[in-house]
């Protein structure tokens, strides 16, 4: 299921939807009043009893959405002679598709080339492009799969025979062969640490050192198998 919302400074319309695909075609109504621009907020949160439980159980997307402005948009006509005369009045004619105030101006081009000046856009600009200003919290993100699919899906198999053993306190285990020096000086002379190898410990041991000095560092690497006697 999933939540489709439009939004600007505040959430103005929202549409919730349910898809048994990845993808599907989805529609909202865009609300009377909503004007310029605005986001389309897509939340989708991934079925309960999907498999694909090593995937975010939630995605998400924001894209901008522009509303059609043309019902907003003044029809003004202007209208001169071709050809006008120094010294001669100019007549310009204008009309418009709807009771409004107009202001009429006449200017130089070479005065405007200066600047590269442009017609103003009135509804360019109240209806410009605008940060969406709405903050999202949500936690669905942390919603766990079910208990059953995560199971069989993580199952590495192998531990057949760990099944015979009913209970797992009574097991005899050996430690793991780990070892660590702690931090220790290092230059040029040739130091030594011991570690006492376990006498059960059948494999091989990888030797690993990670140095820093200064600007610098190094982390060489070595192998070392070791063999049980038998």
Same mark, same amino acid.
């Given at each position: 299921?999933?939540l489709i919302t439009?939004?600007?400074?505040k959430?103005?319309?929202?549409q919730?939807?349910?898809s048994?695909?990845?993808?599907s075609?989805q529609h ?5 009043g909503?004007?310029g621009t605005?986001?389309?907020?897509v939340?989708?949160v991934?079925?309960?009893?999907s498999?694909?439980?090593?995937m975010?159980p939630?995605?998400y997307?924001v894209?901008p959405l @522009?509303?059609?402005?043309e019902?907003?948009r ?5 209208? @001169?002679n071709?050809?006008?005369k120094?010294?001669e009045?100019?007549?310009i004619?204008y009309q ?8 009429l101006f006449?200017?130089?081009k ?12 009135p509804l360019?600009y ?5 940060s969406?200003g709405?903050?999202?919290?949500q ?9 059953s699919i995560?199971r069989a899906?993580?199952?590495a198999?192998g531990?057949g025979?760990a099944?015979m ?5 009574k097991?005899?285990t050996?430690?793991?062969?780990v070892?660590w020096?702690g931090?220790?000086d290092?230059?040029? @002379?040739?130091?030594?640490v011991?570690y006492?190898?376990p ?6 041991l @990888?030797?690993?050192?990670?140095a820093?000095a200064?600007d ?6 070595r192998?070392r198998?070791f063999a049980?006697l038998?």
């Open positions: 299921s999933g439009i939004e600007s400074d959430v103005y319309a929202h919730w939807f349910a048994s695909t990845t993808s075609l909202i109504r865009v609300p009377e909503f004007d605005g986001y389309v907020n939340s989708f991934r079925a309960l009893d498999k694909e439980v090593f975010s939630l995605s997307a894209v @522009t509303v059609n402005k019902k907003r003044l029809q003004v006509s202007l209208t @001169t071709d050809l006008a120094p010294g009045p100019l007549a004619h418009t598709d709807r009771p409004a105030k107009i202001v006449a200017v130089d070479g005065i405007l080339q200066v600047t590269d000046f442009e017609t103003p856009d360019g109240f209806f410009r492009k605008t969406l709405v903050e999202t919290s936690i669905v993100d942390l919603i766990l799969p079910e208990f995560l899906a993580s199952a198999g531990d025979d099944e053993r009913l209970n797992p306190f097991r005899v050996d430690k793991p062969v070892f020096s931090v220790v290092a230059d040029s @002379t040739e130091r030594e011991i006492d190898v006498d059960y410990f059948d494999g091989t @990888t030797i690993m050192a990670v820093f200064g610098s560092a190094g982390w060489p690497k192998k198998p049980a038998l």
